[in-house]
């Protein structure tokens, strides 16, 4: 039994120079209202849904990217809209979200 329900991981690398990465799509700013929607949904904790920081996946050319455990679907995202589909759909209704899973 794992302590999370879900454990999520949030690509923020940022990279120097112009190289694409996913923070260059605001991943931080978007694991901050993650983390928020959780805590304010009442999931955090054990048994709960957990969002965390991540340095690159290795799925760059695909970011801004997360991937959800212990499930391991990766999705891309590009705003609050889109997190709160993967929360309300995956995270808390145990649906996939299949248009932006990549
Ligand atoms: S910079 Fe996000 S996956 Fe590499």
């Not at 923020?12 to 120079?17: E, F, L, T, V």
């Not at 112009?18 to 605001?26: I, T, V």
């Not at 809209?81 to 995956?90: L, N, R, S």
């Not at 209704?93 to 899973?101: C, M």
Request: aromatic share 10%; glycine share 12%.
């Amino acid at each position: 039994m794992s302590y999370f329900k879900h454990h999520a991981f949030i690509c923020c690398n940022q990279r120097d120079g112009g190289e694409n990465c996913c923070n260059n799509f605001g991943a931080d700013t978007l694991h901050k209202y993650a983390k928020e929607r959780i805590a304010e949904l009442g999931l955090k904790g054990k048994g709960g849904i957990r969002f965390n920081k991540a340095g690159c996946l290795g799925r760059c050319d695909e970011g801004p990217v997360l991937v959800v455990y212990p499930e391991e679907v990766w999705y891309t995202f590009v705003d609050k809209a889109d997190i709160d589909e993967i929360i309300k759909e995956h995270l808390i209704g145990g649906r996939v979200v299949e248009r932006l899973r990549i």
